[in-house]
């Protein structure tokens, strides 16, 4: 396995695998990786003779009083990860690598960025628009692999790249879980351990929501609510949303049928967790 930090030489291990027709996969990250990411990299290992993971915490898309300096890093263990999950290259650029000072050119997008974490968020999407056009340009995946942890962002990808003709095909992986339910997040770290305990509130919701669907209900406003009132059990809990969205659009929906998302961004303490489940 290979770690590099300047674009060029990832441009040049690229060109090679490229000459000799190998197919690239590509799993973007922000560090600090967990199960749910391995098995982002599981897959893209599965599917292509070549695996890149990018490591970069990306400044453009945190808000001014988000959390872009306490963001967790641990490179050496990141790389022990990724050696075990059989990763070719770790592309891990310093922020000057990829932003010079005369950098001033964004990819946004529309719509689907309004709505969900979009609306407390910003400048968000458009950060990860940004930064991900740029590594795909970079490496020229021909795959790359998504967590449905962040179904929005999922979607946003899937819609930017096919807008912008940009030729790789994205590819969405289910949630990995904590055995207690917990959607993993490298976020969980800033949970002391009752807020730990607390924020299992999200997952019991989630679960609570998919069963209600499971037997048949179909009307979004009492699934939702029936969440929300789950969740508010759980006295450290502030609910910044609890919503059912069409899943290609993110705009509201009342019935509850496929592709709808239910998703939902909650306050434990300081650390907003989301997770949600997909109607299919
Ligand atoms: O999901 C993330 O970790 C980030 O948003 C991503 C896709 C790596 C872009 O910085």
Redesign the pocket.
Known sequence: MQIVSTIKEVREIVKEWKKQDLSVGYV???GYLHEGHASLIKAARKGNEKVVV?I?V?PM?FGPTEDLASYPRDLEKDARLCEAEGVDLIFHPEPEEMYDESFCSFTDINGLSNALCGLSRPIHFR??CT??NKFFNIIQPDRAY??QK?AQ?AAIVKQFVKDLNIPVEIIRCPIIREEDGLAKSSRNTYLSQEERQAALCLSKAIFLGQDMVKNGETDAKKVTEAMIGRIKEEPMADIEYVKAVNGLTMQDVSVIKAPTLVAMAVRIGSTRLIDNFVVE
């Open positions: 973007p990250t922000m990018s970069f990306n898309q950060g990860v930064v991900l998504f967590g962040d962002q």
